[in-house]
């Protein structure tokens, strides 16, 4: 691989979550000469942190505010629309190119007497998200009254029985998952000829004389001194991170980013959820999504103002409580309690700020930073999952008319990596693949974003080993080093995505 001290490049991407790796994957095959960095993992921020779901919209259509509010803002009203269209559109193009990636699931809505929305509101709701993208993914949409809750095998777990006057159903698709999806994406982008690089950590950047920008590197797992960069032109996508990274440029940009942090916790429900998820409210009227994944389910999620590095972000015993309290209020019957809890994991969603909405604004913006001193520079807030291919196109959009391709373009694949066999267990193949080309530098990296093991029910525990004997000719590792890096993993665990205490 050519030493990266001294290339130039058209554009460098700070960042490389799930939409870092599609913008990534788009601009090199517009014709652009691509950097990717990331200071940790890719895509572990948000990407790999979120509700996994590939959402229709309908949560910005019924967010908890009643219809009355709603018209009374005409203007976040049209706001929120047009994110749904982009949601629904989003959602169509990912389900029919990567059907692997996701699955398919019973979304339950139940709607009770004292709900800011009637039955027939959500009728109206799920009519204008069909209208967003006619031709698109079904919604399978269809409301059951009491006299038919017998076809809905977990209406008899959902709280007030005596209010509940409809539980509407429509088909939703979970990531399977996001972080392969960025992965696969940033590979394609270097099959095509981009530079991708994890663990390279931006120190310092600086604009040039020709009117681009200097980015001093520095690699935090890898051997090797601080150097130095150029591109024309820098995307600052590094999720929560931006307004630090926009910092480094020693310009005091307003704020861009209101930081939200939510939590998830693992646990293992009863059979008649199997292929059943529950989208509800919780005590505060805001969204509660109970999901299954893998044969268990997750829970979350918390929505509380995050300031600062959002490294190492990890949900608390106290956020677990009230997580578990608000589950048990919505399905009383559960009776959990913190010793069903398999595992939970926190991340931070880096909404746009906006000083009319304290919790942030889901407006998926570009901010081109000119206007704050640093041409050539843009970073985004509020990009979700779901909508990542969609922020590539604009961003090839917007950088086109001012800077030209400097290359040939080339023709993306939007393909998946076989990391299963017929069996449906990770292959050994896939294993030492990975450890050879995909740039991990631990065990976690492998276990948790090349192949998915940390997400099952035992977090991966039981094939560490196996998998770690597999990587080790490739990530020449000895035996000791074996064993160091399964303790590393058991301790990632223990921190990260930690039990609650028991006493």
């Known amino acids: 691989m050519k030493p990266l001290d001294g290339q130039k490049f058209d554009v460098a991407i700070i960042g490389a979550g799930i939409n870092g790796a599609s913008t990534a994957q788009h601009l090199t095959a517009a014709g652009y000469s691509v950097l990717v960095v990331d200071q940790d993992d890719f895509s572990n921020g948000a990407s790999s942190r979120s509700s996994r779901l590939l959402h229709c919209g309908l949560r910005h259509l019924a967010d908890g505010t009643s219809v ?8 976040r009203f049209v706001r929120s629309m047009g994110t749904v269209r982009a949601d629904m559109i989003a959602r169509d193009e990912i389900a029919r190119t990567i059907p692997e990636r996701v699955n398919p699931i019973n979304f339950a809505l139940p709607i009770y007497k004292d709900d800011p929305y009637a039955p027939w ?15 698109g993914e079904s919604l399978d949409y269809r409301r059951y009254k009491p006299d038919q809750f017998d076809q ?3 209406a008899p777990r959902l709280r007030d029985p005596d209010k509940l006057q409809a539980v509407a159903v429509f088909r939703e698709f979970i990531f399977d998952w996001p972080e392969r999806i960025a992965l696969d994406a940033l590979f394609d982008a270097r099959r095509m000829g981009a530079e991708v690089h994890n663990y390279m950590k931006v120190e310092e950047l600086t604009s040039n004389e020709d009117d681009g920008w200097d980015l001093r590197l520095n690699p935090t797992r890898r051997e090797g001194q601080p150097f130095w960069v150029s591109a024309r032109m820098v995307l600052n996508l590094a999720g929560a991170w931006v307004d630090l990274v926009n910092a480094q440029t020693g310009n005091s940009a307003p704020r861009k980013c209101q930081g939200i942090k939510g939590i998830h916790i693992a646990v293992q429900l009863p059979p008649e959820f199997r292929d059943w998820g529950v989208f509800t409210y919780n005590s505060l009227g805001e969204p509660l999504y109970c ?35 608000e589950t048990n ?23 746009t700020f906006d000083k009319e909405q304290d919790l942030g604004s889901r407006e998926i913006k570009i901010h081109d930073l000119a ?16 909508t990542h291919r969609r922020v590539a196109h604009r961003f090839v959009d917007r950088i086109r008319p001012i800077l030209p391709p400097s290359l040939a373009p080339k023709e993306i694949r939007y393909t998946s990596a076989e990391i299963t066999n017929s069996k449906g267990a990770v292959s050994s193949e896939a294993i030492a693949d990975s450890a050879r080309t995909e740039n991990p530098e631990s065990l976690a990296d492998l276990m948790m974003r090349r192949l998915g093991l940390g997400w099952e029910a035992d977090q991966g525990l039981a094939a560490a080993e196996q998998v770690a004997q597999v990587a080790a000719p490739h990530m020449g590792w000895s035996d000791k080093d074996i064993e160091n890096e399964l303790h590393a993993y058991q301790v990632h665990l223990q921190r990260d995505r930690r039990k609650p205490s028991i006493e």
């Open 329 to 351: 209020r919505c399905l009383p019957s559960l009776s959990l309690t913190r010793k069903d809890v398999l595992y939970s994991w926190a991340g931070v969603n880096p909404l």
């Open 371 to 386: 206007s704050d001193g640093m041409k050539g520079m843009f970073t985004l807030t509020g990009g979700p999952v779901v």
């Open 291 to 325: 999901l299954p994944w893998r044969g268990y389910h997750y829970v979350g999620l918390t929505r509380t103002k995050f300031f600062g590095d959002a490294t190492g972000v990890h949900a608390t015993d106290q956020e677990i409580d009230w997580m578990l309290g």
């Open 68 to 75: 009355g509010k709603m018209l009374l803002r005409p203007d």
């Open 121 to 135: 509101q959500l009728d109206a709701a799920f009519a204008l998200l069909r209208m967003t993208s006619p031709k």
């Open 152 to 154: 809905v095998p977990i």
